[in-house]
């Protein structure tokens, strides 16, 4: 057996994070990763052409740059790992069938005059809008790079005051409820509506309204971080900072089960038979479905509720292309946007497309997105080339019954005609070469993203904050095995790059009474309470 302190199952930057933050404080860390590469949904691949580097799946890095991980560069990523990112302005645009358009700024009066062109009324709104999401952000962001709260308590202390009070209103209401309070024109409605879908929702779902002020609050306070040779420059910081601190990182070794002995994780063992020793802890990225094959001695009636965790009817597709020139839209205007949306002229189609989705049926309105961060960042392929990377929204099982595998192209075809009619250059004598990925490659290249759901698992109320897959699972450990640490984008606070495995990392710490780089755990868990703390100070006085 093959001895570490600590062993980290998956190399996705979650896994990573967690890893690197134990390697700094003195641990023996070993990741393990399954597939041949690195970052699981943090990557960069050559997937098309020699030279043309695509983000194969998180191209956005959005709530990470309020991670002390990098707000504070707790790990020195920036610093002495060759992490860099540029923030394009406008970070997201919404360009409608008719040609018109409606972009997000990061200044906030920019963005009025935008809403202004369809109604003024609505630009004011936007400012009572974004106010309000300043002003929840910091305690937003304060509880997404730790352990969550238990939610009875935290509902209880926002029950206490008035604006703890609407923030707990808006939580519950759908993104389509809050539009309607605040907007009249349709297409600002559906600009903010499509947000939602981001997180594989329906704007009509309940429980979803806080999104638009978290998106709003993070758009203005931090703006879209795009990194400098790609997404998978994050993946290439964590992995130089393990390998500084003495660990190991290792592809192709996938594990079969993790070891547990006395009700705790001692190890794990792959699919061929080869034993890692973790004498202090197991952190892994295992989806709450595999729970009771993979982990010994974990509580029956625990695994079972993780495998009947819900994931969401609303699967993702993706085309890369290597482009011969970058993209213009009709009309000549070059992208601007690291996130363009591609929205039909009226809000109820849009409405009803998510509606199609959720009855297992392909959206009659194709809920394409896309982004060229070629536009930014010219080092990601050769001169005066670009790149695209476009997704869309499909059931995971086709309501036709015919594979994916057989299938995909077919799909990618329907999405790049639709993309022609709002962008001149993306016919066939444009592309010169494109790479799809269905539902069922997603999953293949993480088990995270089962059934094509880029999230894991559904971003639902009822699997949310503390309750992230399930309430036993919520605090990153596993009830009837000790030492063992879940991370993922099934656990609080969700899918996407937050660099969450920082709260994993922590919860080891309080276990163990660790430091890292110097900061004890209690200095990290002050900085985040404090920050929870005053923001619910101030929601008290009102
Ligand atoms: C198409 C797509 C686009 C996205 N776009 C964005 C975006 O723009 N912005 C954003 O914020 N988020 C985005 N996301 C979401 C984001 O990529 C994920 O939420 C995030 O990468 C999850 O990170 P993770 O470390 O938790 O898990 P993962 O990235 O899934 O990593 C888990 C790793 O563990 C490995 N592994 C699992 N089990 C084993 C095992 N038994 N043995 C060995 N290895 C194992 C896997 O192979 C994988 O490499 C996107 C996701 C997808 C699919």
């Known amino acids: 057996m093959i001895k570490n302190d600590i062993v980290v199952v998956g190399s996705g930057h979650n896994g990573l994070v967690a890893g690197a933050y134990l390697a700094a404080a003195g641990k023996r860390v070993l990741v393990l990763e399954r597939n041949a590469w690195f970052g699981g949904g943090v990557v960069t691949r050559e997937l098309t052409l020699p030279g043309f580097r695509h983000d194969q799946h998180s191209m956005a890095h959005i709530f990470i740059q309020a ?15 060759g992490l860099r990112y540029v923030f394009p302005d406008p970070p997201m645009m919404s ?11 990061r200044d906030r009066e920019r963005t009025c005059a935008e809403i202004a062109k369809f109604s003024r009324k609505d630009a004011d709104a936007y400012r009572r809008l974004s106010e309000q999401a300043a002003g929840w952000l910091p305690m937003v962001a304060g509880t997404l790079f730790s352990a969550p709260a238990p939610l009875g308590a935290s509902f209880a202390m926002l029950d206490q005051a008035r604006e703890g009070r609407e923030f707990w209103r808006v939580v519950q209401m759908s993104t ?30 309940k429980a979803t309204g806080l999104g638009v002020f978290v998106f709003v609050g993070f758009m203005e306070a931090y703006g879209i971080g795009v990194p400098i040779g790609g997404s998978g420059q994050l993946t290439a910081s964590l992995i130089a900072c393990i390998k500084d601190h003495g660990g190991e990182v290792l592809s192709n070794v996938d594990v079969a089960r993790v070891l547990a002995r006395n009700g705790r994780a001692t190890g794990v063992a792959t699919t061929t038979g080869q034993e890692y020793e973790a004498s202090e802890a197991v952190i892994a990225a295992i989806h709450p479905h595999q729970l009771g094959q993979m982990v010994e001695g974990i509580e029956p009636q625990v695994a079972r509720a993780a ?22 839209f009709r009309g000549g205007a070059a992208v601007s946007a690291v996130m363009n949306e591609l929205l039909p002229t009226r809000y109820e189609q849009l409405r009803r497309s998510f509606d199609d989705l959720r009855y297992g049926g392909f959206s009659r309105y194709p809920l394409v997105g896309f982004g060229s961060l070629t536009a930014f960042d010219a080092s990601r392929v050769p ?11 499909v059931p995971y099982e086709r309501p036709d019954g015919k594979s994916w595998d057989e299938t995909k192209h ?18 066939a004598e444009d592309i010169l070469q494109y790479h799809c990925d269905s539902p069922v490659d997603m999953e293949r290249t993480s088990s995270s993203f089962k059934r094509g759901d880029l999230h894991g698992i559904a971003t639902t109320s009822y699997q949310s904050g503390a309750h992230r897959p399930t309430p036993e699972l919520g605090q990153f450990t596993v009830p009837g095995v000790e030492r063992l640490y ?33 900061v004890t755990r209690r200095g990290l868990r002050r900085v985040l309470e404090f920050a929870v703390s005053r923001a619910f100070r101030k929601a008290a006085r009102q």
């Not at 309607?180 to 594989?200: S, T």
């Not at 965790?309 to 993706?318: K, L, Y």
Request: hydrophobic residues 40%.
């Open 67 to 81: 991670n002390p991980l990098l707000a504070a560069d707790e790990l020195k990523l920036k610093e002495k790992y």
């Open 95 to 105: 360009v409608f069938e008719d040609g018109s358009t409606l972009a997000i700024h």
């Open 176 to 205: 389509h409820d809050v539009l309607c309070e605040y907007f009249e024109h349709d297409k600002v409605r559906m600009h903010f509506a499509r947000i939602a879908g981001e997180n594989l929702c329906s704007p009509d779902e």
């Open 307 to 328: 495998e009947a965790t819900q994931i969401s009817p609303i699967a993702c597709i993706t085309v890369h292309a290597a482009l011969q020139a970058p993209l213009r």
């Open 383 to 393: 001169e005066g080339r670009a790149t695209l990377h476009a997704w869309d929204y």
């Open 410 to 427: 077919e799909y990618a075809q329907r999405m790049l005609e639709h993309m022609s009619g709002f962008i001149e250059n993306v016919g």
């Open 486 to 518: 879940l991370v993922g984008p099934f656990q609080h606070p969700g899918g996407g790059v937050f660099g969450a495995g920082r709260g994993a990392a922590m919860k080891y710490m309080e276990d163990t009474k660790a430091n890292v780089s110097g």
